[in-house]
């Protein structure tokens, strides 16, 4: 509703600067030139909005370009080769400790054997040794020969059971040592896992942070070309200033006639001496008033102006015919 309004004013003010163009002598091109190629307030609103936009759009490229160069300093090749170089020593001692660990561990099951192999030799060992002794306590003590026998093997048994229990105890050793060997390699497995899923997300999240960084440059740079093209089609003229022309035959001022040949100098159609002055002053009146346009350096006057040039040519010629009837 508001364009229809407008565009309904500027054909009334269009109007009302060719009328006051022809009554002042000037070309309708020119006074129509003027009027059109003024911007409108709304116009000259968006044009103001298109400019804003433009250069938030700016602002927001240069930010994004700020964060794309931060960026690319965080996962710069060094740095991202330097990650790398970390994350396959760490992968290296995950994979051989977690090996060595799994082979240690195949050999628990065979030292536990050992160890059980061990116990029942010593619990043999320990009831021969009991027996001997039960027997020994039997035997009285007047039969010397059968007493120094038993004692022998007494003291054979007591020995073997000696040689059981170091023996269980070293299978023990073994099996504690290849323990704590596991629990350490274990716990060297889970360290460099722990840094190596760190040096990966690291790397890993750098280089989303590139690519997400690069994405937002470049919609940056998109929305940045079409707020400046939408910002250089608000600020072009609407309808471009005509080149002057010669003014149409029909528009131009047609020079001043001669009296017709019938009619005497001061016969009744002859214009009267103070109507010529007063075209005379109504003439020198428009020129003087063209004259202070033309040194304002104004060369497309406004609707309102050419109004009033007219308004005084008019108000002139008024005045000198009412000197033609009076002098009557």
């Known amino acids: 509703m508001n364009d229809i309004l407008a565009r309904r004013a500027r054909r009334a003010t269009v109007g009302i600067a060719l009328s006051a163009a022809l009554v002042a002598g000037i ?21 103001e909005d298109a400019a804003a936009a433009k250069e938030k759009a700016y602002a927001a490229m240069q930010e994004a370009l700020k964060n794309l160069e931060a960026a690319k300093d965080a996962a710069s090749p060094e740095k991202i ?48 040794t009991r027996d001997l002794e039960a027997e020994l306590n039997k035997i009285p003590h007047t039969d010397y020969e059968t007493r120094w026998q ?5 003291m054979d048994a007591q020995e073997q059971e000696s040689r059981c229990e170091d023996k269980l105890e070293h299978c023990r050793m073994r099996l504690e040592s290849q323990k704590s060997l596991i629990y350490f390699l274990e716990s060297e497995v889970e360290f460099n896992k722990t840094h190596l899923d760190g ?28 707020a400046k093209a939408a910002a250089d089609t608000a600020t072009s003229p609407e309808i471009t200033k005509p080149t002057e022309t010669t003014p149409p035959s029909g528009s131009a001022q047609p020079a001043e006639t001669a009296q017709p040949a019938s009619s005497p100098v001061t016969g009744k159609d ?38 009033g040039i007219a308004a005084a040519g008019l108000g002139i010629t008024a005045a000198g015919v009412r000197r033609i009837k009076n002098s009557r």
């Open 27 to 47: 070309a309708p091109a020119t006074a129509i030139a003027a009027e059109t190629s003024a911007p409108t307030g709304a116009v000259a609103l968006q044009t």
């Open 81 to 128: 080769a330097e990650i790398d170089t970390k994350i396959a020593i760490f992968q290296k001692n995950y994979d051989t400790n977690l090996a060595r660990a799994a082979i240690y561990k195949e050999s628990l099951p065979t030292m536990q054997a050992d160890i059980d192999a061990a116990q029942s030799e010593c619990d043999k060992a320990h009831n021969r």
């Open 150 to 154: 038993l004692e022998l093997a007494i």
């Open 199 to 226: 040096e990966t997300a690291k790397r890993d999240a750098l280089l989303d942070n590139l690519k997400k960084a690069q994405a937002a440059y470049d919609d940056a740079c998109k929305a940045y070309e079409e």
């Open 270 to 307: 002859a214009a009267p001496s103070s109507a010529k002055q007063a075209n005379t002053s109504n003439s020198k009146q428009a020129n003087t008033t063209a004259g202070k346009l033309a040194n304002t350096g104004d060369t497309t006057p406004s609707a309102i102006a050419l109004a």
